[in-house]
């Protein structure tokens, strides 16, 4: 089960990463301001993902995806711990 939760850890956190980045490029593409703003303050990126939902729909959904893969690893990890 520990190994499990490891790899889901893993998948999760790569997902994420690659989605937050790819919301920056989108970010950058929109303005310069915007994405140094998401990428240097906390919460502007979820402002703008607000803002300009149809352009970041996309990644937003699956960078949730991936946090849902890496709660669930870690409560995997931390079950076959105890």
């Known amino acids: ?3 499990l939760g490891v790899i889901l850890l893993i998948i999760g956190g790569i997902i994420s ?3 937050h980045i790819w919301i920056l490029v989108i970010a950058f593409h929109q303005s310069v301001l ?3 703003g998401s990428l ?3 919460f502007v990126t ?3 993902v607000v803002m300009y939902w149809a352009e970041a ?3 937003f959904l699956i960078f949730i995806a991936g946090g ?3 709660l669930i690893g870690g409560l ?3 079950i076959g711990g105890a």
């Open 34 to 36: 915007w994405g140094f």
């Open 17 to 19: 990463s690659v989605c």
């Open 40 to 42: 240097l303050v906390p």
């Open 68 to 70: 849902v893969l890496l």
């Open 76 to 78: 995997l990890v931390a």
């Open 57 to 59: 729909k996309k990644p």
């Open 46 to 48: 979820f402002i703008f």
């Open 1 to 3: 089960m520990e190994i």
